[in-house]
């Protein structure tokens, strides 16, 4: 585990003891998924409160998401339907994060604005998943990750700061600044597929469930 993120190194500690359980690896993905589909229809109704429950459901399943893929490792639980189903919840938590938060701020300075960019950085998160997946198919098993990484952290861990930012109400400032970040991250995975197209395909190896 030397280099990986500081979340995925705690992860690992705390699946442990699930590793002798019934529990798999997709039952957490699972779980994330519905954490983060709950997050954002609290983050929806444009209330304060449940803004404030939306942004600590939400920093759990983001957290959940690197869980699921340690216990796989952890237990021998690995398979390609557990690599794919890992980056659609990834990319769907995003996308209702980025939805819910739009509906929710209907109501304040930017109007309906909100929802349109809420849907348009959504997308952007299922675009870059597709494009994710075309490029680490086209990586050598050591040809690197996913996102940028520096320090112990990756680019996507900046997603923690939505709850922070929303339980001191900056969710705005957060919203627009996460979400201009989705296009550009979106723009940036479509050269790197293109660039990745040139080169022979290698079977996916992100660890899932069966």
């Not at 769907?92 to 950085?121: D, K, M, P, Q, Y």
């Not at 997946?133 to 690197?144: K, T």
């Not at 990750?145 to 922070?164: H, K, M, N, R, T």
Request: some cysteine; glycine content about 14%.
């Amino acid at each position: 585990m030397t280099g990986a993120p500081w979340d995925q190194r705690l992860a690992r500690l705390l699946v442990r003891s699930l590793a002798g359980t019934p529990v798999r690896p997709n039952h957490i993905t699972t779980l994330s998924l519905a954490l983060a589909l709950g997050a954002g229809a609290l983050y929806a109704r444009g209330e304060a409160l449940a803004a404030n429950w939306a942004a600590a459901l939400f920093v759990l399943a983001r957290f959940l998401d690197h869980a699921d893929g340690e216990l796989a490792r952890l237990t021998g639980k690995t398979s390609r339907f557990g690599y794919y189903y890992d980056f659609a919840v990834g990319a769907l938590s995003s996308a209702a994060l980025f939805i819910g938060i739009g509906v929710g701020l209907r109501r304040g300075i930017v109007g309906e604005w909100s929802l349109a960019a809420g849907i348009a950085a959504g997308s952007c998160a299922l675009i870059a998943m597709g494009l994710g997946l075309g490029v680490e198919a086209r990586q050598s098993p050591n040809g690197g990750g996913y996102y940028p990484a520096f320090g112990g952290f990756e680019l996507e861990d900046g997603i923690y700061l939505v709850a922070p930012l929303t339980w001191v109400g900056a969710l705005l400032p957060f919203f627009v600044l996460a979400g201009l970040g989705q296009v550009v991250f979106c723009l940036w995975m479509g050269l790197r597929f293109a660039r990745a197209r040139r080169t022979p395909a290698f079977p996916p190896s992100r660890n899932g469930d069966t």
